[in-house]
């Protein structure tokens, strides 16, 4: 009696350890995702937080599918370590699953959806910090070879005063003084008296922008994780049933990785075949939506065949393929152990 207790205890706290984690992942991921960039700690250096906060906003429906799965995952690992009763807990986790994917993320879309512009206008000034001119009171190189600092910037970020240029070459140099320059948005050169004095004086600030360059396996995984974002945007706005379809099959990929937490004996290979799961669920996305992959399957597949859902289709194969390889993993692991479920 007391052990079921124990373990109704243990049920319970599935659906509470999805939500607080799916809530922790989408305010994790959407601020750093933001502070992260360099046009988001270039707004915050500018004073202009209403612009951060409002991108972070937009981050937070944007990366809502990643963040649903990092949550499933983590309640999978939750579920290695605490005993629950099965039928409840998979009860519970299906609920969970269908409010989010159903009802949670259809309603963030639409939100989305409907203030699109003001979304749209809030980036264009997020990202103007890296189209304005440098910031002042650095000595930088021009590509002519010269060396040039002014010691202010207009709010406007237009106009630079007191523009010191140090010319050198061969024959003579010199050190010329401006009282004011102007900045060209478009060709990102300062001119001063109608002649272009500095050519390269604005953009990505080469003096932080390597700051923000994230290493190649942090950037690649994020660009497969953004392509999935983006699959899960378009299907948004081709209907609820594309929607619903991609979702499923997607997330039903996610939800056969708790196999792998059971694979072997040593719960940490078992977290480290999890998360490579869990990565290449994103990294092949690309081959189910376009390549020779896509145009081998439109070959064999009937003419009215909807493109579209082609990566569903793939989706759905190999989860089907992955489910019945991790089933019979499974089962052969508990008939090697006699059939004692508690140390699976």
């Not at 906003?57 to 099965?86: E, G, K, Q």
């Not at 106009?159 to 070459?169: H, K």
């Not at 669920?281 to 081998?296: D, E, K, Q």
């Amino acid at each position: 009696m007391r052990d079921t207790i124990f373990y109704m205890k243990n049920t319970l706290m599935v659906p509470l350890v999805f939500f607080l984690n799916f809530t922790l992942w989408i305010l994790a991921v959407s601020f750093f995702s933001v502070f992260s960039s360099y046009n988001g700690i270039m707004s915050l250096a500018i004073g202009s937080t209403g612009v951060f906060f409002l991108e972070c906003l937009y981050r937070v429906v944007y990366y809502l599918p990643v963040c649903l799965s990092l949550a499933l995952v983590t309640v999978f690992f939750f579920l290695m370590r605490h005993r629950t009763i099965y039928w409840i807990t998979v009860l519970l986790l299906l609920i969970s699953l269908i409010v989010t994917i159903f009802l949670i993320m259809p309603v963030s879309y639409r939100l989305i959806e409907k203030n699109s512009w003001a979304f749209l206008q809030n980036r264009s000034v997020l990202t103007s910090s890296s189209r304005q001119v440098y910031s002042p009171g650095v000595l930088r190189p021009d590509i002519d070879g010269s060396r040039m600092v002014w010691l202010s910037v207009h709010e406007s970020g237009k106009i630079v005063r007191r523009l010191v240029v140090a010319r050198t070459s061969e024959t003579n140099s010199a050190l010329v003084v401006y009282p004011e320059a102007t900045y060209d948005l478009a060709t990102r050169n300062l001119v001063a008296d109608g002649t272009v004095v500095v050519k390269q004086a604005g953009g990505e600030d080469p003096l932080f922008s390597n700051v923000f360059s994230p290493p190649q396996v942090v950037a690649l995984v994020a660009n497969r994780v953004d392509v999935v974002m983006d699959a899960f945007l378009t299907a948004v706005s081709r209907g609820f049933y594309s929607y619903a379809l991609f979702s499923l099959v997607f997330f039903g990929s996610v939800t056969l990785l708790w196999l792998l937490c059971n694979a072997t004996g040593w719960r940490l290979l078992n977290i480290l075949l999890t998360f490579a799961a869990l990565f290449y669920l994103y990294a092949v996305y690309p081959l189910f939506s376009h390549g020779s992959l896509v145009l081998f399957a439109l070959r064999i597949l009937p003419s009215r065949f909807p493109s579209e859902m082609i990566p569903s289709l793939f989706y759905a194969t190999q989860a089907v393929l992955f489910a019945i390889i991790g089933a019979i993993v499974f089962t052969r692991r508990l008939i090697r152990l006699g059939g004692r479920r508690d140390e699976i």
